[in-house]
């Protein structure tokens, strides 16, 4: 089974700080992606990433930014923290694109 | 951009009845359409999709159903049992994944 890891469950960070979200998939996927959920909005998307070095712009970019420098890695960067960027935050993996995206458990981060 | 609604939000049924939850997507080039549920503490897992030559699909008690004419897809979950209780979510796709507001599903035992 295709696995998505992400570093942490639970993050509390100040406003202002430089938050790092990391996300490890073991399948060799090319393609992946974060999310933002809250209640009421479902997923929204971040960023993505088809490839290595190479990321677009999701739905809701403002105030994050990515990297992907290795296939199987793929960073999540709040600049400076705010508090309406409390929130899960969900990595995922796909490979071809008529198959279903794999998900990572999720990171709670709480901005205080 | 696509949009996908899903209704509705919350939903309670009797262990053993049968629950059905509602998407209409608006982007007529979408051509997958997932099915997520998703747990406490966990992500959202694949449970079901269907594809756009597809009218309908089965697997045990969870089937889908799509009518591309009136951009509208289902998700039936029959003999409801106290696991199914869990968050689901539809998606449409046309380059990306586009995701409903989720259907928070409760079994009462």
């Known amino acids: 089974d295709v696995k998505v890891t992400q570093s942490s469950r639970y993050l509390v960070k100040r406003t202002g700080e430089k938050v790092f979200l990391e996300c490890v998939q073991d399948?060799?996927?090319?393609?992946m992606f974060w999310y933002r959920q809250d209640p009421g909005l479902g997923l929204r998307l971040i960023y993505f990433s088809y490839d290595v070095k190479m990321k677009e712009k999701g739905d809701i970019p403002e105030g994050y930014s990515v990297s992907r420098e290795k296939k199987e890695r793929f960073s999540l960067i709040l600049e400076s923290a705010s508090t309406n960027q409390t929130s899960m935050y969900l990595c995922?993996?796909?490979?071809?694109?008529?198959?279903?995206?794999?998900f990572g458990s999720g990171t709670r981060l709480t901005v205080v | 951009g696509e949009n996908v609604e899903q209704h509705p939000s919350t939903l309670s049924v009797q262990e053993g009845d049968s629950a059905v939850i509602k998407c209409t997507y608006s982007?007529?080039?979408?051509?997958?359409f997932p099915w997520y549920k998703q747990e406490l503490g966990k992500g959202p897992q694949l449970i079901i999709d269907i594809r756009s030559n597809v009218g309908e699909k089965k697997d045990q008690r969870i089937a889908v159903t799509l009518n591309k004419t009136a951009k509208h897809f289902s998700l039936h979950i029959t003999e409801t049992q106290p696991e199914d209780s869990a968050v689901y979510f539809c998606?449409?796709?046309?380059?990306?994944?586009?995701f409903g507001t989720g259907t928070r599903l409760t079994i009462i035992p």
């Open positions: 982007d007529s080039a979408s051509n997958y």
């Open positions: 995922a993996s796909g490979g071809p694109r008529y198959y279903g995206y794999t």
């Open positions: 998606a449409a796709y046309y380059e990306k994944l586009t």
């Open positions: 399948m060799d996927h090319e393609n």
